[in-house]
Antibody, heavy 113, light 112 residues
Framework: EVQLVESGGGLVQPGGSLRLSCAAS????????MNWVRQAPGKGLEWVSE????????YYADSVKGRFTISRDNSKNTLYLQMNSLRAEDTAVYFC??????WGQGTLVTVSS | DIVMTQIPLSSVVTLGQPASISCRSS???????????LSWLQQRPGQPPRLLIY???NRFSGVPDRFSGSGAGTDFTLKISRVEAEDVGVYYC?????????FGQGTKLEIK
C-alpha cells in the first residue's frame, strides 16, 4: 500500500524558514516524480513544485520560485521542501503527491507574527 | 499557464439522482505523446484529495463505477450516476499535461 506521510509544518514568523519532509513507502520511490501541492485555508489546490525521480530536475510555481527548494533522498525514500522567506500567503496545508494519484494527509504551515 | 474552469461551483443533488460537473481548459490537454492528462479528484471534508478518474475516463482502483469521466481536447465531464451520501465533498479537475500543473476552482457537492 502506498503511504505518504508529511511532517515539519508549524507556526513560523514572516521571513522565516521551514523544512517539510514526506516519508514514502509501498512503492519504488526513485521511479516516481514527486510533487508538493498546497491548499490555503478554505481555498482550492495549488501546485507548488515537482522533482524528477533522480532528483536532477526540478520545477516551481512562479509564486515560490527563488524561495522554495524541492529535493529528495532516494536512499531514505524521503521528499523535502525547504521554504525560505516565508510570507503570510504561504499559509496552507502542504501535501506531497505522486502526481494526481497518491496523496499524503498534509502538514499545516502557518506564517504569522 | 493552462486555466481550468469548472461549472458549476456548487451543486445540491437529491440522493440517488445523477450529478454532472463540467471542466474546460484554456488550451488543449493533449500531450505530445498523444495522451490527455486530465484527472478528477474528490476531497471529502477534512481529508486529502483522492484520485477518482485519470486520463479523462479511467477509474482509479477502488472507485465505484457510478463515477465516470468523458471528454476530449478542452472539454471534460465528471458524472455520478446515482449520488450517495458519501459523495459529499469538493471535486477538482486537474491537468498534468503541461507545467505548471493546474486545478479547477473546485465544485462543492451537497446532498439534499
Amino acid at each position: 500500500e502506498v503511504q505518504l506521510v508529511e511532517s515539519g509544518g508549524g507556526l513560523v514568523q514572516p521571513g522565516g524558514s521551514l523544512r517539510l519532509s514526506c516519508a514514502a513507502s509501498g512503492f519504488i520511490f526513485s521511479n516516481y516524480d514527486m510533487n508538493w501541492v498546497r491548499q490555503a485555508p478554505g481555498k482550492g489546490l495549488e501546485w507548488v513544485s515537482e522533482v524528477s525521480g533522480s532528483g536532477g530536475t526540478t520545477y516551481y510555481a512562479d509564486s515560490v520560485k527563488g524561495r522554495f527548494t524541492i529535493s529528495r533522498d532516494n536512499s531514505k525514500n524521503t521528499l523535502y521542501l525547504q521554504m525560505n522567506s516565508l510570507r503570510a500567503e504561504d499559509t496552507a496545508v502542504y501535501f506531497c503527491a505522486t502526481g494526481p494519484t497518491n496523496w499524503g494527509q498534509g502538514t499545516l504551515v502557518t506564517v504569522s507574527s | 499557464d493552462i486555466v481550468m474552469t469548472q461549472i458549476p461551483l456548487s451543486s445540491v443533488v437529491t440522493l440517488g439522482q445523477p450529478a454532472s460537473i463540467s471542466c474546460r481548459s484554456s488550451q488543449s490537454l493533449v500531450h505530445s505523446d498523444g495522451t490527455t492528462y486530465l484527472s478528477w479528484l474528490q476531497q471529502r471534508p477534512g481529508q486529502p484529495p483522492r484520485l477518482l478518474i485519470y486520463k479523462v475516463s479511467n477509474r482509479f482502483s477502488g472507485v465505484p463505477d457510478r463515477f465516470s469521466g468523458s471528454g476530449a481536447g478542452t472539454d471534460f465531464t465528471l458524472k455520478i450516476s446515482r449520488v450517495e451520501a458519501e459523495d459529499v465533498g469538493v471535486y477538482y479537475c486537474t491537468q498534468t499535461t503541461q507545467l505548471p500543473y493546474t486545478f479547477g476552482q473546485g465544485t462543492k457537492l451537497e446532498i439534499k
